[in-house]
């Protein structure tokens, strides 16, 4: 997969996925709609794997960036789904937009990574702003709408710990090996999971959406949407992999509220032009002096 592709796929594909979610926990259950979604890929992934004949390694070093790797697609993707039956697609776009900036403080901790500008903690109090808006307006529409915000902070905050603890391991392996990797110590404990929170098998109840959101998720949200993401990693700079999280959730907005008959009213205009802003200063206000020096230059 070229990089101009994978970058196109990881795009598309994120910017879909939290409608995804949303329709298929319509009629599944949360935790059986994520294990079945991980198993389509596992199994898919698997196939891949043997008839490209791709090696995947299993050693310690190996193990542990599967691990890591798992870590934010367990919680990230287990919380998502909890947090769909109380807050839109768009919205829950709109919070994973957050995840550069979270990953940009806990690397600070984790990796000792040096310490944020003023402009960065300016941008990231606009963000807050915008995300306090946006979850204000929630909690008016629904009763537990605040169970949502917290599950979909849960989330984020797993993916971005994730991303952070993949930095620290230097090991180069094929993006699909590393997918299968980290799916194959994902995939046990989102089995039980599900067992403990439900257990049930309902198919009966089960509705055509839901069935063919979850194997969209499963073959593009999760198979070919991590080995989209991983290829991307390794071949771009952070700053273009970060460009993605300005544009899903203005996509996944739309496709909320034409597709799934989301409301977007002044209140999450207000808060996603915040967040979006915020983050937009986040990732390019380091320019500005620059560009300022080039013009009084001229």
Not at 111 to 118: D, G, K, Q, T
Not at 184 to 211: E, K, N, Y
Request: aromatic fraction near 10%.
């Amino acid at each position: 997969m070229s990089v101009s592709i994978a970058y196109l796929a990881v795009l598309l594909i994120w910017s879909t996925t939290p409608l995804g979610i949303v329709w298929s926990s319509e009629s599944i259950n949360p935790s059986l709609a994520v294990l079945a979604r991980m198993l389509i890929a596992l199994v898919l992934g698997a196939l891949v794997i043997k008839v490209r004949n791709i090696h995947i390694p299993w050693h310690k070093q190996a193990l542990k960036l599967y691990s890591f790797s798992a870590l934010g697609i367990f919680g990230g993707m287990l919380f998502s789904y909890l947090s769909a039956a109380y807050l839109s697609s768009g919205v829950i776009s709109l919070v994973f937009g957050l995840s550069p900036v979270i990953s940009a403080l806990l690397a600070r901790k984790i990796l000792a990574e040096p310490s944020i500008s003023a402009m960065r903690k300016f941008s990231m109090a606009i963000s807050l702003v915008g995300l306090a808006i946006v979850c204000s307006d929630n909690f008016n529409v629904a009763e537990n709408g605040i169970y949502g915000v917290i599950f979909i902070l849960i989330a984020v905050f797993f993916f971005s710990l994730s991303g952070v603890l993949v930095k620290s391991i230097s090991l180069a392996i094929h993006p699909l090996a590393t997918t299968v990797g980290a799916l194959s110590v994902a995939t046990p404990l989102f089995l039980i999971t599900w067992l403990v929170l439900d257990g049930t098998l309902p198919i009966d109840t089960w509705q055509a959406r839901s069935i063919w959101a979850t194997v969209y998720l499963g073959v593009f949200g999760s198979l070919i949407g991590f080995y989209a993401y991983f290829t991307v990693l390794q071949k771009l700079s952070a700053s273009n992999v970060t460009l993605i999280t300005l544009i899903t959730p203005v996509i996944a907005l739309t496709l909320g509220a034409l597709l799934n008959g989301e409301i977007i009213n002044d209140k999450l205009i207000l808060g996603a032009f915040m967040v979006i802003l915020g983050l937009s200063i986040y990732h390019f206000g380091h320019l500005l002096p620059q560009s300022k020096k080039k013009l009084l230059g001229r």
